[in-house]
């Protein structure tokens, strides 16, 4: 049974930084890619960044330069580090990986506010 829990949201403000972390189990974490999508309050999912198995990564423009994408296969988790948080980064954060869109675990909240 696949599981992935999101962690390490919470409350900074703007200019702070925060990290993410998405434990997988039930299936080979190494062998996909993963990616973080994230959902503001009252709009739809967008995407953010991803990772594929050799630890490539592409992040949207919105977080370029500000987010890191990480994966530990050692340990089947994924991380983002967020640095230079802004509000409009303040959104409920999903982790996944491809080719599953949907089934979404329970998400980490992150807002951003003074």
């Known amino acids: 049974q696949v599981q992935l829990v999101e962690s390490g949201g919470g409350l900074v403000q703007p200019g702070g930084s925060l990290r993410l972390s998405c434990t997988a189990s039930?299936?080979?974490?190494?062998?996909?890619?993963m990616y973080w999508v994230r959902q503001a309050p009252g709009k739809g999912l967008e995407w953010v960044s991803i990772i594929d198995t050799s630890g490539r990564t592409v992040y949207a423009d919105s977080v370029k330069g500000r987010f890191t994408i990480s994966r530990d296969n050692a340990n089947n988790t994924l991380s983002l580090q967020m640095n230079s948080l802004k509000p409009e980064d303040t959104a409920v954060y999903y982790c996944?990986?491809?080719?599953?869109?949907?089934?979404w675990g329970q998400g980490t909240q992150v807002t951003v506010s003074s």
């Open positions: 996944n990986f491809l080719p599953r869109f949907g089934s």
């Open positions: 039930g299936f080979t974490f190494s062998s996909y890619w």
